[in-house]
């Protein structure tokens, strides 16, 4: 070191955060750091020339006269601001944003010289309360929103910019978010700040535009002219700066409020000024309603209204949203029962004839079968949707033969949604037989086997694969879906052109999937994605969202954010606090964009009271509950109120299959009921070829008179044939009779007697057979559920273990060699590896409570008779030579 030259010596510097300790390490580093040149050099290059001064300013000890006038003449940016604000700061006067000691460790001396450059640069400064030139600039937004001649003179504002070269002078400044504003009103300031040093980040570029098409406070002439001016002058001043897709469809969520910036996106849209076709985004835009609460509320039938009117749409989607805007709105006069009719219901007809009206003025009709069936099958589809129905009755002319087809339809089209079960309920009610058809439509169509997912090797396949019942539409999991799926599952569902009967080999009836993942990712743009000004420079701003038509331009997301409420979350969002961004924003402006109405039965739920815990239609629910991951299906069915086991739906060892299958972590609720003592089944054969289902149906529904059939008394714990089955499917060619064991018959030998002979104490004699009896007892080999559990559990981790191997020596093969690879194990297998000491520790336990703390530690569900049997290989004992 004592070699190198001053030069790198200090290039090495300005790559310290804190050079005080190099310059310690000899009298010749301490002699070089102590140069003005070099200390000047060591800001300039670490900060910047325009917050030079500012940090310099901060290290009060290593600043002296001639490092002032060495950076001055170098090219840091001082400004009469950042003059104002230090002699503020160092007089004890309130700085608010500056917390620190900052100009307060500078000598008086420096300070003064300071001072008197700054004197010399701008004259006499301003230094009373409220005079500084951040405080102009704040009273200039306060009137943004005011006519033009109510707005500060452009004079002013320009010689500050200008003349007194202001710039805000550091992060934690407020000025730092609120300048773009001020430039936003006054696009002309531009070019004076860029002079200064201002670089206008791309992430200021929707805060930017928002505030310029903002509501004004008081309506005045020439608005529009002006919004349509600044836009022009900004976007020819700077090409990064131009009118993004997000802020033009928050401007157009307020089309019916803030007419100005409505007309003035329109003639920039007209003049091409846009990047982007505003039909399009009004049209995508109104896609996003199909799958969000908002679809159903008032205050949004005028913005659909205008919006249709203005840009019309022939796309399938936007129709069913404009129909249901009309269909959905003030339903509650309406009958709540599904008979009535609009010749008995003076409310039903006017509701009838409101929505014909509606429907001519916005030239939607004819409506159709299949817009009827759209409209049904929707999340948000009201609870009296009795003049949906009648609709078709009184304007379609549709028969009771048409009706009674269109509900049935609409039923089993509901059962893949899942929160449709009061639609379920009301329909099944007022039409007892479709009980039966839904049943044999899920039992014949919809049985889930292991064949039918993935192989585990396809990891990205068991990722998104997703069964069709009992998805969760509240938590948004790991499911994602194709581009080219989206509009179809935002449509919703796609009525068929010949309905097929329920009970055939053929596919269901389209059905509304309306996936609820899928909403929540076109609903509205993820606070993640948005543009904010007053994040920190640190983070990192994902909004370089490509044009769906492919260009390369960052256009932006679409979502149903208005453009006031978005401009009130910038601008009392805390400052370098993204993550609490979100709280920041009311809860009516997130209600309708909720993926799921507000009032739901799940339609898994409603199974299970209808149909009971152990029926084919129920064990059906609940293996698709198990696969989506459902949790708040699997934990209403597995625990009942009164924690009876007999009202649980049983757990299987295909349910572990399947989710080993897809690498998916099986529920808590699953291992709690496990631990609980559930009785063990391979599948739900096992549990249903027992107990008849027809007698568990007609539990529920006491009206109905089904045949029933005497329950044959088992021990309740099925037993396995000599070898584990290989699949699911193959258990249930095994015989009824083989299920279960035969009960023991009684021994007819004496009971041998424990009494002592020639003994004529009893208490003697009953303690000793105490002794025995218990010695007995912990000798019986007796297995119970939970031991079963454990032991086929046992073996399915092998299993997993064993794939895992096969997994990481294929990986290590096609390696390179030597290198060090890291192969993660699925969440299935860490999962039950977990789960199953917490198995084992529970048995044993149980074990301590019924045969003493001194039970030995075998595990009572491995014998000589067991078919799992699993022999490691006998060490290798090697000879010793003795030397």
């Known amino acids: 070191m004592d070699r190198l030259c001053d030069e790198i010596i200090q290039i090495i510097l300005n790559c310290l955060d804190d050079p005080t300790h190099f310059s310690l390490v000899s009298r010749r580093f301490y002699a070089i750091t102590k140069d003005p040149y070099v200390r000047s050099s060591y800001f300039l290059a670490r900060h910047g020339r325009t917050y030079a001064l500012y940090y310099a300013l901060a290290r009060g000890k290593l600043l002296t006269e001639k490092v002032v006038d060495i950076m001055i003449s170098s090219g840091a940016h001082l400004s009469r601001y950042l003059a104002q604000c230090a002699i503020h700061h160092y007089f004890r006067a309130q700085v608010h944003f500056i917390k620190t000691r900052w100009v307060r460790s500078v000598p008086l001396p420096v300070f003064t010289h300071f001072m008197m450059v700054a004197a010399k640069m701008y004259g006499d400064i301003p230094t009373g309360k409220g005079e500084d030139d951040g405080t102009i600039f704040g009273a200039l937004l306060k009137t943004s929103r005011l006519p033009t001649e109510s707005r500060g003179k452009w004079e002013t504002i320009k010689e500050v910019v200008e003349k007194y070269k202001f710039i805000p002078f550091c992060a934690k400044d407020p000025m730092m978010a609120q300048f773009p504003l001020v430039l936003a009103v006054e ?517 109905r008179a089904r045949s029933r059939r005497v329950k044959v008394e088992t021990d309740g714990t099925p037993r396995p044939p000599s070898s584990l089955p290989a699949s699911p499917e193959s258990s249930g060619s095994r015989g009824k009779g083989s299920r279960g064991r035969k009960r023991p018959r009684r021994t007819t030998t004496l009971v041998k007697s424990y009494a002592i002979p020639d003994s004529d104490d009893e208490n003697i004699a009953g303690e000793e057979r105490d002794v025995i009896e218990s010695d007995f007892a912990r000798k019986r080999r007796c297995e119970t559920n939970l031991q079963q559990w454990i032991k086929h559990l046992s073996v399915l981790l092998k299993e997993e273990q064993r794939k895992y191997k096969e997994k990481r020596k294929r990986e290590q093969a096609a390696a390179e060699p030597g290198a060090k690879l890291r192969v993660p194990k699925s969440e299935f297998f860490k999962s039950l590896a977990t789960n199953l000491n917490r198995l084992r520790k529970a048995d044993r336990e149980k074990r301590q409570q019924l045969y003493g703390t001194d039970v030995p530690s075998e595990d009572y569900s491995e014998g000589e008779e067991d078919e799992y049997q699993y022999r490691t290989t006998r060490s290798k004992r090697y000879k010793v030579e003795h030397v």
């Open 187 to 703: 696009p002309r300031l531009l070019p004076y700040a860029r002079a200064n040093g201002f670089i206008m980040d791309h992430k200021f570029r929707n805060f930017m535009f928002r505030k310029m098409f903002e509501k004004p406070a008081v309506q005045f002439d020439g608005r529009v002219g002006e919004v349509v001016n600044n836009v022009h002058k900004l976007t020819s001043l700077d090409p990064n700066m131009f009118v993004t897709r997000t802020v033009a469809a928050e401007v157009c969520m307020e089309a019916h409020l803030n007419d100005p910036g409505y007309t003035a996106l329109k003639i920039l849209d007209k003049e091409g000024a846009l990047k982007f076709s505003l039909a399009a985004v009004v049209e995508e835009l109104l896609k996003t309603f199909i799958n969000t609460r908002s679809i159903a509320m008032s205050n949004m039938q005028p913005v659909l209204r205008k919006l249709h009117s203005d840009f019309p749409s022939e796309d399938p989607t936007v129709r069913v949203v404009m129909l249901s805007s009309v269909f959905f709105i003030d339903t509650s006069p309406l009958p709540a029962g599904l008979t009535a009719r609009s010749t008995f219901s003076a409310s039903l007809d006017e509701y009838v004839q409101n929505c014909k009206e509606k429907v001519q003025d916005l030239g939607l009709a004819p409506v159709t079968r299949k817009d009827l069936f759209d409209m049904l099958v929707n999340k948000f589809t009201p609870d009296k949707f009795v003049g949906i129905i009648e609709y078709g009755h009184d304007v379609l002319r549709m028969s009771a033969s048409e009706i009674k087809e269109l509900k049935q339809d609409v039923a089993l089209a509901c059962l893949e949604v899942g929160c449709k079960g009061k639609m379920l309920k009301k329909l099944v009610e007022a039409d007892p037989p479709m009980r039966d058809v839904i049943a044999t439509h899920v039992v014949q169509n919809l049985r889930l086997n292991l064949d039918d997912l993935p192989w585990s090797d396809d990891e990205e396949a068991c990722q998104q694969f997703e069964a069709k019942l009992c998805r969760d539409f509240v938590i948004c999991r790991r499911y994602r879906y194709p581009a080219a799926t989206d509009d179809r599952r935002r449509a919703g569902a796609a009525e068929p052109d010949h309905p097929q009967q329920p009970g055939g080999n053929a596919p269901a009836p389209g059905h509304a999937d309306q996936m609820d993942v899928d909403a929540a990712n076109n609903a509205g743009p993820a606070p993640a994605v948005e543009d904010h000004a007053l994040e920190s420079d640190d983070d990192e701003i994902a909004d370089d969202e490509l044009d769906p038509e492919g260009g390369p331009e960052e256009l932006g997301q679409i979502g149903q954010d208005t453009l006031t409420a978005m401009i009130r979350k910038d601008e009392i969002s805390p400052v370098r606090r993204r993550r609490f961004y979100d709280m920041f924003a009311t809860y009516a402006d997130h209600m309708g964009k909720l993926t799921y109405p507000s009032d739901y039965l799940q339609v898994g739920r409603w199974i299970h009271n209808e149909f009971g815990p152990r029926h084919p239609v129920t064990a059906i629910f609940m293996l698709h509950a198990v696969v989506n991951e459902n949790a708040h299906i699997l934990q209403n069915s597995l625990y009942s109120d009164s924690n009876i086991t007999s009202g649980r739906i049983p757990v299987t060892l295909k349910h572990f299959k399947m989710l080993a299958r897809l690498g998916r972590p099986p529920n808590l609720a699953l291992i709690d009921d496990i631990e609980a003592g559930i009785e063990f089944y391979f599948d739900e054969d096992d549990y249903l070829s027992v107990e008849d289902s027809n007698s568990a149906a007609s539990s529920n529904n006491n009206s």
